[in-house]
């Protein structure tokens, strides 16, 4: 079963511009989100969290914000630069009771692509 | 100095065979885990281990078999591989901040089964 749904598998934006991904959830009992960026023949790299009692986060370029309503998570990144191209994994995390540990359920990913 | 690294990078093998993929993290966490990446993308958790001992245990078959010799280290193990073993294997390892988990991942292994 499908915790987490990247529904694009791909976003096209022109460099500068604020690029949006998005994902859905279906299981409201998690502790936080999580996105991921990954480039091709590389580990996925942490890049920005969001805990389930906020509605935003934000880093430097990066916001996630969370709509608990919704069940609906997304990604902004402004300006967006050719480096960012990239793609995006959005994790569900949900320790176990009476555990430290998290586990992640992962998204499909988004493919950015930031164009000159 | 690379965090998390896996060995081999690729991987080529007949069915029936049996094969290790090595992890080893030098960033002094105490848990460690293996995802796989199958032709669909997803990403899904096979195991997780704190402290050498594992912790999780997604349903994965029997044939796969993860240890850990140390904390830095967690290799797997896959017995009488299939077609379906087929895919992107990617070791990680998490520290805890607050009450948020952070997982550090290495490069991945692609493992190719004919």
């Known amino acids: 079963d499908q915790q987490v749904k990247q529904n694009s598998p791909s976003l096209s934006v022109q460099e500068g511009r604020i690029s949006i991904l998005n994902c859905d959830y279906t299981?409201?009992?998690?502790?936080?989100f999580l996105w991921y960026k990954k480039y091709p023949a590389e580990g996925p790299t942490f890049l920005i969290s969001?805990?389930?009692?906020?509605d935003k986060n934000e880093d430097g370029r990066f916001t996630v914000f969370l709509n608990k309503s919704a069940k609906h998570l997304s990604l902004h990144i402004v300006p967006s630069q050719p480096g960012d191209s990239a793609v995006y994994f959005c994790?569900?995390?949900?320790?176990?009771?009476?555990?430290?540990?998290?586990?992640?359920?992962f998204g499909r990913g988004t493919q950015l692509t930031v164009w000159p | 100095d690379t965090a998390v690294s896996q060995t081999p990078k690729y991987l080529v093998t007949q069915m029936g065979n049996d094969k290790s993929i090595k992890c080893e993290q030098n960033?002094?966490?105490?848990?460690m885990y293996w995802y796989k990446q199958d032709s669909k993308k997803f990403l899904k958790i096979m195991f997780s281990?704190?402290?050498?001992?594992?912790?999780i245990n997604e349903t994965v078959p029997n044939r796969f078999s993860p240890k850990s010799p140390d904390k830095a280290h967690l290799n797997l193990h896959i017995n009488s591989l299939e077609l379906g073993d087929s895919a992107v294997y990617f070791c990680?390892?998490?520290?805890?901040?607050?009450?948020?988990?952070?997982?550090?991942f290495g490069p991945g292994t692609r493992l190719l089964v004919l």
């Open positions: 969001i805990s389930s009692i906020k």
């Open positions: 994790a569900w995390a949900r320790r176990d009771r009476g555990s430290t540990l998290g586990r992640l359920y």
């Open positions: 960033l002094g966490h105490d848990t």
């Open positions: 281990y704190n402290n050498k001992e594992l912790i």
């Open positions: 299981n409201s009992m998690f502790d936080y």
């Open positions: 990680a390892s998490s520290y805890l901040r607050g009450t948020q988990e952070t997982q550090y």
